[in-house]
């Protein structure tokens, strides 16, 4: 048996790997939770009030900053695509033979 990994045992090796790092993040998450549930209170304008676990109000928090992360790259992603979509098309040969004077082994 030769001592190199196979391609398959390294994708479930990789796979299972990211599930454990999965599974840790829960964990932490879920700790993190479980620490943070005291009742917060959000004040905003016209005297809205509204109550919530603090665990609750981070994970809005963290919504709503990556939502306007993604909002704010949006027009930098369709410039790039419309650039893109300008461009002419070039199709290069998958295999390109060249002649060495090497010799074949």
Same mark, same amino acid.
């Given at each position: =048996?030769?001592? &190199? /990994?196979?391609? #398959?045992?390294?994708?479930?090796? &990789?796979?299972?790997?990211? *599930?454990?790092?999965?599974? *840790?993040? @829960? /964990?932490?998450?879920?700790? @993190?939770?479980?620490?943070? #549930?005291?009742? %917060? &209170? @959000? ?13 609750? =109000? /981070?994970? *809005? ?5 990556? /939502? ?5 790259? !949006?027009?930098?992603? @369709?410039? !790039? ?15 390109? &033979? ?6 074949? %082994?």
């Amino acid at each position: =048996m030769d001592a &190199t /990994l196979t391609r #398959s045992t390294m994708k479930n090796l &990789t796979r299972y790997l990211g *599930l454990a790092v999965k599974l *840790l993040v @829960f /964990l932490l998450v879920l700790g @993190f939770a479980l620490k943070n #549930s005291h009742s %917060v &209170t @959000f004040n905003s304008y016209l005297d809205y009030v509204w109550q919530a676990p603090l665990i609750v =109000m /981070l994970g *809005l928090a963290f919504m709503l900053g990556a /939502l306007m992360g993604v909002l704010a790259l !949006l027009p930098t992603v @369709f410039r !790039l695509r419309r650039e893109l979509s300008r461009k002419p098309r070039v199709i290069e040969p998958d295999t390109v &033979t060249q002649t060495t004077d090497m010799p074949v %082994v």
